[in-house]
């Protein structure tokens, strides 16, 4: 049975650092590309990275590139996403999901599509 766990949330100051982890089981991160989401009382939610299954590569969404890296430890069966220079706007519950179809991450920006498999999410707040 799969299931994706999250961790690492918390309070953290604009400018400051934090690394999420997403540990999976029941499946591997070969067969399964694995997202972030986040999500805000109220808001839409909306894909922030994926880490492609077919051949590890990243994608991110325009507001977090440059600041957000995501990277999988295959050995571990662990995704992590470090975000830095964190801003207001970056808090929210944050969502790591797994899809075995979405191969090279084309689709995990896409409002209509959905991810299989979902943990159960970690807050994330930002504020001085």
């Known amino acids: 049975q799969a299931r994706l766990v999250e961790s690492g949330g918390g309070f953290v100051q604009p400018g400051g650092s934090l690394r999420l982890s997403c540990a999976v089981s029941?499946?591997?991160?070969?067969?399964?590309?694995i997202a972030w989401f986040r999500q805000v009382p109220g808001k839409a939610r909306e894909g922030v990275s994926c880490i492609s299954s077919l051949d590890g590569s990243p994608q991110y969404a325009n507001f977090v590139k440059g600041r957000f890296t995501i990277a999988r430890d295959s050995a571990k069966n662990t995704v992590y996403l470090q975000m830095n220079s964190l801003i207001a706007e970056d808090a929210a519950v944050y969502y790591c999901?797994?899809?075995?179809?979405?191969?090279?991450?084309?689709?995990?920006?896409?409002?209509?599509?959905?991810?299989?498999?979902w943990g159960q999410g970690t807050q994330v707040t930002v504020s001085s």
């Open positions: 029941g499946f591997s991160l070969a067969d399964y590309s």
């Open positions: 999901a797994a899809d075995p179809i979405d191969r090279l991450c084309l689709a995990f920006a896409d409002d209509d599509y959905d991810y299989d498999y």
